[in-house]
């Protein structure tokens, strides 16, 4: 059976000449696009989406313009032996797949797709005619319509030079390119002049190293640490200090044989770990966040110059720890942190550092600051319980209490709290009247699950809700809501608490509420970040924060 305008046998030597070998599954592509394409209709400008990275891509650049190159060829590797033609503007086409079913008929053929014989079992010949004689019979066919994502090219956009690397790049990708930020999948050999740092090759600076004994008068490069076990530890010897008789006499009591040489030190392409890490922590603290200064062992610890929410740029911190001899470690994002609590700290791992490695960390760290401490700005909340059977006295109301707790130790004065119905209009009207009251917060509790009963959400939409999340990833507080109220001008934050608060101290709307009354923007992408740590172990006796949940 002939593969478009070729016998089998030229579309045999064409793949030969284009792939190294006729491998099966290039002949077996060729009868698969000439099958999506006879579909289409006449005149159609298409382009390709293939589902396996293996031959079947090759055969959509034999016989079609699509390409990788050209971007009218996309790859998306599901595994499945399956190739799309479809029209670049609607993405309207067809999608050819190999049908195990319809295969069967083809014992050979069967046996190699399936992977059931090993390879020098298999009859090449038989295979080769089973092939040919199958055409697209082993084929099955569907329309499809392709998601609009994948419509059009990605354009590069602005291209900027990498400063650490010196190549072009595509300036989306950050302060420096994808393989400086660690992603590259090789290692640069030094003795081809590439100094092996963008691929992990541990540098460390040329210094020379004396006996103890000969040290005396000398300087000390770095802080020597003396440990007694259950005891003591801290430094022997203090970067800067002439070494005298006694000094060394207590070096060699704590085992250090050898001292560094402070007549050789390294060049300029070198940075002490005291000089780094200080670079470092001026770009690292932002408002509310301090530091002290001289660093010690190339180490900074940061603390909060005000009681409030520490904000971290997670990308960021994860760009600067990607770059080899530097590390910066924080407590957790969005914890509340006390005025003049420790909340992280940074430090250059060798006692020298590379001016490469050096510049990588500083452009990983970007222009903003990596380390925040935000007031909590919102101070007046409402608290608005729903329930018939609390309004009407069936049962006893214990949120209002709870979530009044919650917010004052916080900071926040709670100036309304009202109980109603399970009545939409009631609920709407009652929001309504804590924004006219000037609640920049209102706490709803529940009425938040799928019970026919449970109209908090749909009261919130009448009262003016916008930018609604409703449900994280978190047990207990799945069915959290949080989102805007917007009512004559006013705008204020509303979180819907389930009821499940009732029943645990900690909730999800412990973990948002921070976030809320610092003002923070929360959106799904937060949400889906405290899936981790999300499943609280619901001890006998809580003692959150100081414990994984929510982290």
């Not at 090993?118 to 005619?129: C, G, H, I, N, V």
């Not at 609009?148 to 690397?165: D, F, I, N």
């Not at 921070?514 to 929360?522: E, K, M």
Request: glycine letters at 10%; charged letters at 25%; one cysteine or more.
């Amino acid at each position: 059976m002939n593969i478009g305008k070729y016998t089998f046998e030229e579309f045999k030597e064409l793949a030969a000449a284009f792939h190294s070998y006729p491998a099966p599954g290039l002949l077996l592509g060729g009868y698969m696009v000439e099958m999506a394409r006879r579909h289409l209709p006449e005149g159609t400008l298409f382009e390709a989406m293939v589902e396996s990275a293996k031959c079947l891509p090759d055969a959509v650049q034999l016989l079609t313009l699509c390409s990788t190159g050209n971007q009218w060829m996309k790859v998306v590797p599901l595994g499945r032996y399956a190739v799309s033609l479809y029209d670049k503007y609607t993405g309207e086409g067809y999608r050819v797949y190999v049908d195990a079913a319809k295969l069967k008929a083809w014992p050979e053929y069967y046996a190699w797709f399936m992977k059931l014989r090993p390879k020098a079992e298999q009859d090449s010949d038989q295979l080769f005619r089973e092939i040919e004689e199958a055409g697209e019979s082993v084929c099955s066919i569907q329309a499809v319509r392709i998601d609009p994502k994948h419509l059009g090219h990605a354009h590069m956009g602005e291209v900027g030079v990498c400063p650490v690397c010196g190549e072009p790049y595509p300036s989306r990708d950050g302060g420096i390119c994808r393989g400086c930020q660690g992603e590259a999948p090789y290692v640069v050999d030094a003795r081809e002049g590439g100094s092996g740092a963008a691929g992990g090759v541990l540098e460390r600076a040329p210094l020379r190293v004396v006996p103890v004994e000969d040290a005396y008068g000398r300087t000390a490069l770095h802080d020597m640490t003396e440990i007694i076990p259950d005891e003591a530890k801290g430094p022997a010897v203090l970067a800067g200090q002439t070494l005298e008789a006694g000094d060394l006499c207590r070096l060699q009591r704590m085992g250090k044989f050898h001292v560094y040489d402070d007549s050789a030190l390294p060049g300029s392409e070198w940075v002490h770990e005291n000089d780094a890490v200080q670079a470092f922590a001026a770009r690292m603290a932002g408002q509310g966040v301090e530091y002290d200064l001289p660093p010690r062992e190339g180490k900074i610890n940061f603390r909060a110059a005000r009681t409030g929410m520490l904000s971290i740029d997670l990308e960021a911190l994860e760009r600067f720890n990607l770059v080899p001899d530097v590390m910066l470690a924080t407590r957790h994002h969005a914890a509340v942190v006390e005025e003049g609590r420790l909340i992280a700290g940074s430090r250059a791992i060798p006692l020298y550092l590379s001016q490469e490695h050096f510049s990588r960390a500083l452009t990983a760290l970007g222009d903003s600051p990596v380390l925040s401490v935000l007031p909590l700005k919102v101070k007046k909340a409402a608290v608005l319980v729903t329930g018939t059977e609390v309004f009407q006295g069936l049962i006893e109301d214990r949120f209002i209490p709870i979530v009044t707790g919650k917010l004052m130790g916080l900071g926040c004065e709670v100036v309304s709290s009202s109980i109603v119905p399970d009545d939409r209009e009631a609920i709407a009207q009652a929001v309504r009247g804590f924004l006219e009251q000037g609640a920049e917060l209102v706490v709803t509790t529940a009425g938040m699950s799928v019970d026919p009963d449970d109209v908090t959400r749909a009261g919130l939409v009448d009262a003016g809700l916008t930018d609604a999340l409703y449900g994280m990833p978190v047990l207990p507080g799945t069915m959290t809501l949080v989102g805007r109220l917007r009512h004559n001008g006013t705008v204020a934050r509303v979180i819907g608490v389930p009821a499940c608060a009732l029943y645990y101290k900690t909730t999800g709307f412990d973990l948002l509420l921070p976030r809320l009354l610092a003002g923070c923007d929360v959106t799904r992408r937060d949400l889906a970040r405290l899936a981790e740590g999300g499943f609280c172990h619901n001890c006998k006796t809580c003692t959150w924060p100081k414990c994984p949940f929510g982290k």
